[in-house]
């Protein structure tokens, strides 16, 4: 079975086991996992921070993030489209009973303008709900990989900036972007409050996300995963798997792309999926298959028993997720099918 159905079902590879294994342990619960510990630092100094945070997962990081800048009944800004409020936003509310207000942005990219009429489109007197955070994802999933534009990146920053509002960016597949625009991580964590990484995508860790931010926010993060049941023990020998990643496997991401690019031309040359070749940006194709009187459960089934397995993103959209796991001979294979 190729499966294209995300990149979060890359396997560890032998080295990446070796690393494993052989991983110094400690009790992160009291600061003493040395893997863990290095993990941390290397992330400070890569993405230039003050503080970072290990975390089991994006969800995690991202809820985090939120529960650390806000208090319940203040509201977070974002666009529909993002992870955080398509498959979060349940959590969040339940956890840090904060009011989040959707926008539905062109491309999913998040404007000064559309944030200035989300901010403008109810009372805002002291005793109403204020917007004290602000959340933007990069690269864009629901928008078949799209990389955020920095300069959008910079004038958001500078907007949140000066009206007080905090600014956190979800780079569940920031590497993606970093690796496609040579943009360097610093670059990017500087124009934000809080930003978090996954190392269990493209990176081929089997698990592990980090927050990132100052040491205030970070040290409250910190206490928080403990009260969301992550208070960690001998947690190296995931944190050794993630440095292994940033250090050995992050150039891999530049192959994710040319295949994702070269299965979407040889789907568009000889199907009638109709597919914008100019927007494959990373590692995603999204198409529709409403043209074909059919579900998009229905053509993931059918590619399924045929043994390419593809994601059912919404009734009539199906998605495609390149990865280190897919060589050349799998992504013609698939095509094919």
């Known amino acids: 079975m190729i499966n294209l159905r995300s990149d979060t079902?890359?396997?560890p590879s032998t080295d990446m086991r070796k690393v494993i294994q052989n991983a110094e342990v400690g009790d992160d619960y009291y600061g003493e996992d040395d893997s863990a510990n290095r993990l941390e630092d290397y992330c400070k100094e890569l993405f230039?921070?003050?503080d970072a945070v290990f975390a089991t997962s994006g969800m995690l990081s991202n809820r985090l993030a939120v529960m650390s800048q806000t208090?319940?009944?203040?509201e977070l800004v974002t666009d529909h489209s993002y992870h955080i409020n398509m498959f979060e936003s349940g959590a969040i509310a339940s956890l840090a009973g904060i009011v989040i207000?959707?926008?539905q942005c062109k491309h999913g990219i998040i404007t000064t303008s559309d944030l200035k009429k989300a901010i403008d489109?109810?009372?805002r007197e002291e005793f109403y709900t204020q917007v004290k955070l602000v959340s933007i994802e990069n690269t864009i999933n629901s928008h078949q990989g799209k990389i955020y534009p920095l300069e959008e990146i910079k004038h958001i920053s500078e907007f949140c900036r000066k009206a007080n509002i905090r600014l956190h960016l979800d780079g569940a597949r920031l590497f993606n972007a970093h690796v496609a625009t040579k943009i360097p991580l610093k670059t990017y964590a500087q124009y934000a409050d809080t930003i978090n990484v996954c190392f269990s995508k493209g990176l081929g860790a089997p698990f592990g996300s980090i927050l990132m931010g100052s040491k205030e926010?970070?040290?409250?993060?910190r206490r928080l995963r403990v009260w969301l049941g992550s208070g960690f023990h001998q947690i190296g020998m995931n944190a050794k798997a993630c440095y292994f990643a940033l250090e050995n496997q992050l150039d891999r991401l530049e192959e994710d792309h040319r295949l994702t690019k070269l299965l979407a031309q040889k789907i568009a040359a000889s199907t009638p999926i109709q597919i914008d070749l100019n927007s494959i940006e990373t590692n995603m194709i999204y198409f529709d298959v409403s043209q074909f009187n059919i579900t998009a459960a229905d053509f993931v089934e059918q590619c399924k028993k045929d043994g390419v397995f593809l994601c059912e993103w919404l009734p009539t959209t199906v998605r495609i997720v390149l990865h280190r796991d897919i060589q050349e001979?799998?992504?013609l294979f698939a095509a094919e099918i």
């Open 9 to 11: 079902f890359t396997m």
């Open 48 to 50: 230039g921070v003050e």
């Open 71 to 74: 208090r319940p009944g203040d």
């Open 101 to 103: 207000n959707t926008i």
């Open 121 to 123: 489109s109810k009372p």
């Open 217 to 221: 926010t970070i040290k409250e993060a």
């Open 329 to 331: 001979k799998d992504v």
